[in-house]
């Protein structure tokens, strides 16, 4: 597609239920990568994926979070078991090759998340 | 510990005049850096990259440099616009490491 698309837009979700949020990269780029984003803070990196290579999941903050891309195109984040600390902004990119170094990300309009 | 800063301080300017913004970090050793703009509601977009053994990089009314030993990237945005309002996040590349380290942004204001 022209650009990365991410949905929903918006998620209310209540404290304890499962969400998945999808991504939806450029056509062509193999770097994935999610990050989400609270009120006010910055980009927090989440997890990476880079076409068949396994996965960097550093960022994941708890064992909740879970993330996929299959066919090395669309990707899901999964959050199980959601608490209100989870409420912040999921963001996903792409790039080309391993961005960058020497490339820019291209990054969706995200995904507001809030827990109730 | 390593840190990202950025002027959390919203910096208004009037139109015309030159923006100069502010990233120093701690504890990186980056050998990239780059410049996103990000309006409410949207995704950053890219705007700059600039390398380690880059002192300047220019494009249009926007200029990077990369200072190595202060530790410091400055963004300048020349003969600001309205348009330009905006928050500019910087976010740092490491080799080795395959993800941007982000700061948290300076939300700029430029009055009409």
């Known amino acids: 597609g022209a650009g990365v698309s991410q949905s929903p837009s918006n998620k209310v979700t209540e404290k304890g239920k499962d969400v998945e949020l999808r991504c939806d990269p450029i056509s062509g780029h193999t770097a994935l990568y999610w990050y989400r984003q609270s009120l006010g803070q910055g980009l927090e990196f989440l997890i990476y994926f880079q076409g068949n290579s396994a996965p960097d999941k550093s960022g994941l903050p708890s064992d909740r979070f879970s993330a996929e891309r299959t066919g090395g195109s669309v990707s899901t984040l999964t959050i199980q078991r959601t608490q209100q600390e989870d409420s912040a902004v999921y963001l996903c990119?792409?790039?080309?090759?391993?961005?960058?170094?020497?490339?820019?990300?291209?990054f969706g309009s995200g995904t507001r998340l809030t827990v109730v | 510990s390593q840190k990202i800063e950025q002027n959390s301080e919203a910096l208004n300017i009037q139109e015309g005049k030159t923006a100069t913004l502010t990233c120093n970090y701690t504890n990186y050793s980056p050998a990239y850096l780059q410049w996103y703009r990000q309006d409410p509601g949207r995704g950053p977009v890219f705007l700059l990259l600039i390398r380690e053994n880059e002192k300047e990089k220019r494009k249009e009314r926007l200029k990077v440099t990369f200072d190595t030993t202060l530790k410091q990237s400055l963004f300048h945005i020349t003969a600001s616009q309205p348009a330009d309002s905006a928050t500019y996040l910087c976010a740092l590349g490491e080799t080795g490491r395959r993800a941007l380290t982000f700061g948290s942004g300076t939300r700029l204001q430029v009055q009409p």
């Open positions: 990119a792409s790039s080309l090759i391993s961005g960058g170094a020497n490339y820019g990300y291209t």
